[in-house]
Nanobody, 119 residues
Framework: QVQLVESGGRLVQAGTSLRLSCTAS????????MGWFRQAPGEEREFVAA????????YYSSSVEGRFSISRDNTKNTVYLQMNRLIPEDTAVYYC????????????WGQGTQVTVSS
C-alpha cells in the first residue's frame, strides 16, 4: 500500500514562490502518472497539475497554468510542485495522488501540506 507524504507548505506573501514535495513509500512511482490537488476551506478538492510517469509531459488547471510547474525525480520517488507568483486564491491544503486524466486514482490520501498566501 502506497503512503504519500506532502511537505513544503507554509505562510507566504503574495507574489512569492514555494516548492512542494510529495514522497511516496511502499510503491515505486516511476511509471505512475502523478498529480497535485488542492482543497480550500469550504471547497471541493480540485485538480492542479499532473505529470506522466516518464516526466516527459505535464498538464495544468487553467487557474495555475503559467505560474506552477510540476516535476518529478523518480530516483527519489518524489514529485514536486513549483509555485510561482502566488496569489491569495492559491491558499489551500495541497495533496498528491496518482491521476487518471484529472481525477485522483488512489483512495488513500496523505495528510497534505498547508499553503497560505497573504495579500
Amino acid at each position: 500500500q502506497v503512503q504519500l507524504v506532502e511537505s513544503g507548505g507554509r505562510l507566504v506573501q503574495a507574489g512569492t514562490s514555494l516548492r512542494l514535495s510529495c514522497t511516496a513509500s511502499g510503491r515505486t512511482l516511476g511509471t505512475t502518472d502523478m498529480g497535485w490537488f488542492r482543497q480550500a476551506p469550504g471547497e471541493e478538492r480540485e485538480f492542479v497539475a499532473a505529470i506522466v510517469g516518464s516526466g516527459s509531459g505535464s498538464y495544468y488547471s487553467s487557474s495555475v497554468e503559467g505560474r506552477f510547474s510540476i516535476s518529478r525525480d523518480n530516483t527519489k520517488n518524489t514529485v514536486y510542485l513549483q509555485m510561482n507568483r502566488l496569489i491569495p486564491e492559491d491558499t489551500a491544503v495541497y495533496y498528491c495522488n496518482k491521476v487518471i486524466g484529472k481525477a485522483p486514482a488512489w483512495d488513500d490520501w496523505g495528510q497534505g501540506t498547508q499553503v497560505t498566501v497573504s495579500s
